[in-house]
T-cell receptor
Framework: DGGITQSPKYLFRKEGQNVTLSCEQN?????MYWYRQDPGQGLRLIYY???????QKGDIAEGYSVSREKKESFPLTVTSAQKNPTAFYLC??????????????FGPGTRLTVL | QKEVEQNSGPLSVPEGAIASLNCTYS??????FFWYRQYSGKSPELIMS????GDKEDGRFTAQLNKASQYVSLLIRDSQPSDSATYLC???????????FGKGTMLLVSP
């Protein structure tokens, strides 16, 4: 059953703590993405990776870090430097094949709340 | 700065009517355009993609693209209450694999 999984579904963090959000895909997609969505807002790109061991900053990378050690996995760490981390975090992936359309598919999301 | 603009709504239509959702974009060389549906509290779901000028139909959904006017739209025929959701327009950034999203239009279909 192919798809994208994210865990946990809900996450609570105390101020000053780092937390890591998991994203796994079994679609054999090359590219993976992390977005943040705030109430009433569109999606804003945090980081993306087109290939293992390589990633690029998106529009709002400050206070976040990522790794891409395996094709299937793209974890996101929300560090204590992120001033307003409460948001809905979405992971996506796309195939990037030649002649393809780069359609992105999303996981179910992680809702992070800072206490 | 790439921009994708959508009317935030809500757009209210009666059941059975045609809902028309619009989106404009600033990157003149963009080639790929996507519509996502997002139910409250859920993640976005891809419903349509379009790459060429003109219309693309899939069931009750029709995407329309006019690159000269930098305009893309989504028509939903025979709207159902289950279509009530926020619809996000996304534009592929030229030269990159990334997308720029609009803030979404909320659609409400009343029985």
């Amino acid at each position: 059953d192919g798809g994208i999984t994210q865990s946990p579904k809900y996450l609570f963090r105390k101020e000053g703590q780092n937390v890591t959000l998991s994203c796994e895909q079994n679609l054999n997609h090359d590219a993976m993405y992390w977005y943040r969505q705030d109430p009433g807002q569109g999606l804003r790109l945090i980081y993306y990776s087109q290939i293992v061991n390589d990633f690029q900053k998106g529009d709002i990378a400050e206070g976040y870090s990522v790794s891409r050690e395996k094709k299937e996995s793209f974890p996101l760490t929300v560090t204590s430097a992120q001033k307003n981390p409460t948001a809905f975090y979405l992971c996506a992936s796309s195939s990037q094949r030649a002649g393809g359309f780069d359609e992105q598919f999303f996981g179910p999301g992680t809702r992070l709340t800072v206490l | 700065q790439k921009e994708v603009e959508q009317n935030s709504g809500p757009l209210s239509v009666p059941e059975g009517a045609i809902a028309s959702l619009n989106c404009t974009y600033s990157d003149r060389v963009s080639q790929s355009f996507f519509w996502y549906r997002q139910y409250s509290g859920k993640s976005p779901e891809l419903i349509m993609s379009i790459y060429s000028n003109g219309d693309k139909e899939d069931g009750r959904f029709t995407a329309q693209l006019n690159k000269a006017s930098q305009y893309v739209s989504l028509l939903i025929r025979d709207s159902q209450p289950s279509d009530s959701a926020t619809y996000l327009c996304a534009v592929k950034d030229s030269g990159y694999s990334t997308l720029t999203f609009g803030k979404g239009t909320m659609l409400l279909v009343s029985p």
